[in-house]
């Protein structure tokens, strides 16, 4: 480093390590934000994937004890009614606690993705 340099290349100078600490810090954002939405949507698809996967089972499950049920006790019919009754109390019960339990779960998860701190500035203030 010059001693006699002037002001003017000093500011000059000065201003090009801002702009490029500028431009790092953005760059550093874009790279955090990706990786959070790459999180959130893998989150999403595994959800929607586990959730559709849950359905079928439930439906073959539901199947199952309805032939079960008309083939034991002669019935299909009431074996059909008996699997529709359960499931209209399991979406009463799901309605009825939708706040509690899927809003929140969701809202703590996304928040989780979203506020967990990956750099390493933030690793030593724990």
């Given at each position: 480093?010059?001693k ?6 000093n500011?000059e100078e ?10 790092a810090?953005i ?19 595994t959800s929607?994937l ?9 439906l ?10 008309g ?37 703590r998860?996304i ?16």
């Open positions: 480093m010059k006699n340099r002037s002001l003017t290349e500011l000065l201003n090009d390590v801002v702009k490029s600490y500028i431009n810090r760059r550093l954002f874009q790279l955090i934000m990706l990786d959070k939405f790459a999180k959130a949507g893998t989150f999403i698809i929607i586990v959730m559709i996967s849950g359905a079928f089972i439930l073959l499950l539901t199947l199952a004890f309805s032939y079960w049920y083939n034991t006790y002669g019935s299909l019919a009431e074996g059909f009614l008996i699997s529709a009754g359960f499931f209209v109390i399991v979406t009463l019960i799901v309605y009825a606690m939708r706040k509690s339990f899927i809003t929140n779960l969701i809202i998860v928040s989780e993705l979203f506020n967990h701190q990956d750099e390493p500035e933030n690793e030593n203030k724990e």
